[in-house]
C-alpha cells in the first residue's frame, strides 16, 4: 500500500525517496555508494526516532483521521474471526455508519460493535463517515441485549467524529438513542471492552463506550469536542485546532494520566496506517487478555467495579 | 439595548422618566412589549403579553416549584479544581462565582412537592451557559443516589449549553456517570421528572435530560442534540421552521408534555400522585 505521508512526516519521506532514487541508480553498479546509502540510512532512522517519538496530540489526530488507517472492519479480517453482521434496529432502519454482529476474538465468542468510516467518497457516503444515526446506537443495544441473553461479552471499537449532526438524527431523537446507551450499558450484565480506535469523538463516542476496560490505540483521540470545535468557540478561528488539541489533552496517553481508560496500546512506528497487521496483532493480544481477565468475575461484582468506575470520575473540592 | 430605550423615554414622557428607576423595565425580546420588573417576577418572569418564558436562576426555579421553606441545599460548597489547568478557565470560574453567588451551574438538594418528598435539581444558565463539568455531574450523580437510598422521586430541571469543554473528557464522563446513577434509581423503580427548559443541548440532553421516565418541555423552548448552525453546516440543508423547539419534540413524539411555567408544579404534583405512594402528610416524609 503507498502510504499518503502527513505534512510533519514529509522529511521522512523525502529521505526515503532519496534513498530509493540512489539505490535505483545504483543498482548493478560499483558499491561505490554504500557508504552514502548507508548514511543516508541512518539519517533517515534518525529522522524517523526524532519525528515518531514527539508527536504532538494535534499530529496525532491527524493520525487517527487518516484514511489508510485501519478501520472497524480491517480489525474484523484481522484481529477477529468468522464475523456474523447483523442488520437493523428493528424499528427504522440499518446504520452501515455502525456494522455489529457475532464475531470470534481468540478464544472468545463475542458480540461486537463500532464505527465503520470509509475509505474514499463513495465507501464514505455509504458509511456517512463514521457518524452514525439514532438507527446506529439502538442497533447496537439491540446487539448488547443478545449479548446479555446468550452470556456473551461485548467488544466495542469506537472511530467517529461525532454522532450524526442532522435534521433526521434529531427528529428521531440522536439524544435520546445516545442517553439511553449511557444508562442500559451500565447495568448491562456481561463484560464489555471497549476501544477507541481512531477518533473517539464525543457523545458519538461514548453512545457504545460504558464498559469494564477501556482501552485506547496509541494514536488514537478521546474528546469531549473536537478541537476545531473547541477552537472555534475559543478563538472564532478553526485554524487553532493545534492550540486546542493541546489544551483539551485528549491524547491516549493524556487519558491514561487522568484515569480515564486502562491501557494504551502500542502502533507501529508511525502509526497504525503503517501496518495493519501488526496494529491488529496489539489490539487482538489485549483485548483477548482484558476479555480474560474479565471472564471470570461473577457479574454482580462486575457491576459494581463498572458503577464505580463511572463514579471515580470528575475533579472538584469542597470550597472553604 | 439602546434601539429600545429611545422610544420608551416617548412614551412616558419627560416628567415621568424621573419616577422610573433603571433597569425596572424591561422589554421581551419576543414580542417587544415593556414589562415591568416586579410584574414579570410576580409572573414567574413569562411575558403576560406572549408567553415568552425568560431563563429562571435556579434559585427561582426551586422556589416555583418547592413548597415553601421545603428546600434544603446539599452539596453547596463543591467547586471546580481545573482539572487541566485549562487556559482562563479558573479565572472564569471566580468570575461567575462573584457574579452569581453560586459555586457551579448546578443546585440541588431536598424538597417536598405538593408534599411529596423529593428530590430536586436546576441548573443556572448565568454560570458558563449551565455547562456539564465535574461538579454539575457529580451533584446530580449524589441528589440521584440520595434519591435511590431514601427511595424518592427525582426532578431535575435542565438549562444548558451542553458538556463543559473546559474540562476536557471528565466532563463528557459525566453524561456516563448521571446515567448509571439513574440506570440505579430507575432498577429501584422510583420516578424521575425531567423538565427541560430553555435551552437543553448537547451532552446534557444526550444524558440525563432525556432520561426522564416523563419528560416536560416548557413553550418554545430550545432543546437538541447537535448545534443548528452545526446541522446547517454539515448538511447543506434548510433547517424547518420550529427545528430543534419543545413544539418540534411534542410534534415528534419526543416530550410527553408541554407546560407553561406557572402550571408546572401543579403537573409534577398530579405526575406524583400517580408515581409515589401518597403522602402521609403536608411535608412529611414516609
Redesign the interface.
Known amino acids: 500500500m503507498n502510504i499518503e505521508p502527513l505534512d510533519f512526516e514529509k522529511p521522512i519521506f523525502e529521505i526515503q525517496r532519496q534513498l530509493e532514487q540512489l539505490k535505483r541508480e545504483s543498482s548493478g553498479q560499483r558499491l561505490e555508494v554504500e557508504p552514502e546509502i548507508e548514511e543516508i540510512e541512518r539519517k533517515l532512522q534518525k529522522t524517523r526516532a526524532e519525528v515518531y517519538s514527539k508527536l504532538t496530540p494535534a499530529q496525532r489526530v491527524q493520525i487517527s483521521r487518516h484514511p489508510q488507517r485501519p478501520f472497524m472492519l480491517d480489525y474484523l479480517q484481522h484481529s477477529f474471526q468468522d464475523f456474523v453482521e447483523l442488520h437493523g434496529d428493528r424499528h427504522f432502519g440499518d446504520d452501515a455508519a455502525m456494522p455489529s454482529g457475532f464475531a470470534r476474538i481468540g478464544n472468545h465468542k463475542v458480540v461486537v460493535t463500532g464505527h465503520q468510516k470509509g475509505r474514499n467518497t463513495k465507501e464514505n457516503l455509504h458509511r456517512n463517515f463514521g457518524s452514525a444515526h439514532p438507527e446506529g446506537y439502538r442497533k447496537a443495544l439491540r446487539v448488547f441485549r443478545l449479548a446479555e441473553k446468550f452470556g456473551l461479552p461485548v467488544v466495542t471499537l469506537i472511530d467517529t467524529p461525532g454522532?450524526?449532526?442532522?435534521?433526521g438524527?434529531?427528529?428521531?431523537?440522536?439524544?435520546?438513542a445516545?442517553?439511553?446507551n449511557?444508562?442500559?450499558m451500565?447495568?448491562l450484565r456481561t463484560p464489555v471492552v471497549s476501544v477507541v480506535i481512531g477518533e473517539g469523538g464525543?457523545?458519538g463516542a461514548?453512545?457504545i463506550?460504558?464498559a469494564d476496560r477501556v482501552l485506547m490505540m496509541e494514536n488514537s483521540y478521546?474528546?469531549?469536542?473536537s478541537p476545531e470545535?473547541?477552537a472555534a468557540?475559543?478563538w472564532k478561528d478553526r485554524k487553532k485546532a493545534p492550540e486546542a488539541a493541546e489544551?483539551?489533552?485528549?491524547s491516549a496517553g493524556?487519558?491514561k494520566e487522568?484515569n480515564?481508560i486502562d491501557e494504551v496500546i502500542p502502533e507501529p512506528a508511525g502509526g497504525a496506517h503503517h501496518d495493519h497487521f501488526a496494529a491488529a496483532a496489539r489490539l487482538k493480544e489485549s483485548v483477548v487478555r482484558q476479555l480474560d481477565e474479565l471472564k471470570g468475575q461473577s457479574i454482580d461484582k462486575l457491576l459494581d467495579q463498572?458503577?464505580e468506575r463511572?463514579?471515580s470520575?470528575?475533579?472538584?473540592?469542597?470550597?472553604? | 439595548m439602546g434601539i429600545f430605550k429611545k422610544p420608551s423615554l416617548k412614551v412616558f414622557g419627560g416628567g415621568k422618566k424621573k419616577d422610573m428607576p433603571e433597569g425596572l423595565w424591561i422589554n421581551c425580546p419576543s414580542c417587544g412589549a415593556m414589562l415591568h420588573q416586579l410584574e414579570l417576577d410576580e409572573n414567574l418572569k413569562v411575558c403576560h403579553k406572549c408567553l415568552h418564558h425568560f431563563t429562571l436562576t435556579a434559585e427561582e426555579r426551586i422556589k416555583s416549584v418547592a413548597d415553601q421553606g421545603s428546600f434544603q441545599e446539599i452539596d453547596v460548597?463543591?467547586?471546580?479544581?481545573d482539572?487541566?489547568g485549562?487556559?482562563d478557565y479558573g479565572e472564569k470560574v471566580k468570575t461567575y462565582q462573584q457574579r452569581t453567588g453560586l459555586?457551579d451551574a448546578m443546585v440541588t438538594g431536598r424538597a417536598s412537592i405538593s408534599g411529596h418528598p423529593v428530590l430536586v435539581g436546576a441548573m443556572d444558565f448565568r454560570f458558563l451557559g449551565a455547562s456539564m463539568?465535574?461538579?454539575v455531574?457529580?451533584k446530580i450523580?449524589r441528589a440521584i443516589e440520595i434519591a435511590t437510598k431514601e427511595r424518592k422521586p427525582v426532578i431535575l430541571f435542565s438549562a444548558s449549553g451542553g458538556?463543559?469543554?473546559h474540562?476536557?473528557?471528565?466532563?463528557?464522563?459525566?453524561?456516563?456517570?448521571t446515567?448509571?446513577a439513574?440506570?440505579?434509581h430507575?432498577?429501584a423503580r422510583l420516578p424521575y421528572i425531567s423538565v427541560l427548559t430553555h435551552p437543553t443541548t448537547?451532552?446534557v440532553?444526550?444524558?440525563?435530560?432525556?432520561?426522564g421516565d416523563i419528560i416536560m418541555a416548557e413553550p418554545k423552548c430550545m432543546i437538541?442534540?447537535?448545534?443548528p448552525r452545526?446541522?446547517k453546516e454539515?448538511?447543506h440543508?434548510n433547517?424547518?421552521t420550529g427545528?430543534?423547539t419543545a413544539e418540534f419534540m411534542m410534534d415528534?413524539g419526543?416530550v410527553d408534555m408541554i407546560v407553561e411555567r406557572k402550571d408546572i408544579r401543579n403537573r409534577l404534583s398530579e405526575i406524583l400522585d400517580y408515581l409515589s405512594p401518597a403522602p402521609t402528610g403536608q411535608g412529611r416524609q414516609r
Open positions: 454522532a450524526f449532526p442532522g435534521i438524527a434529531e427528529e428521531r431523537n440522536i439524544a435520546e445516545i442517553a439511553f449511557l444508562r442500559e451500565a447495568l464525543s457523545g461514548l453512545g463506550g460504558i478521546y474528546s469531549v469536542i470545535g473547541c468557540i475559543l489544551a483539551l489533552r485528549i493524556d487519558l487522568l480515564i463498572r458503577y463511572l463514579r470520575y470528575g475533579r472538584l473540592q469542597e470550597a472553604k | 460548597k463543591l467547586e471546580t479544581t482539572p487541566l485549562f487556559l459555586k463539568g465535574s461538579v455531574g457529580e450523580t458538556a463543559r469543554m474540562e476536557g473528557i471528565l466532563s463528557l464522563m459525566q453524561m456516563g456517570k446515567s448509571a439513574l440506570a440505579r430507575h432498577a448537547g451532552g440532553t444526550a444524558s440525563f435530560a432525556t432520561l437538541g442534540f447537535a448545534g452545526v446541522i454539515t448538511t440543508q433547517l424547518p427545528f430543534q415528534h419526543l
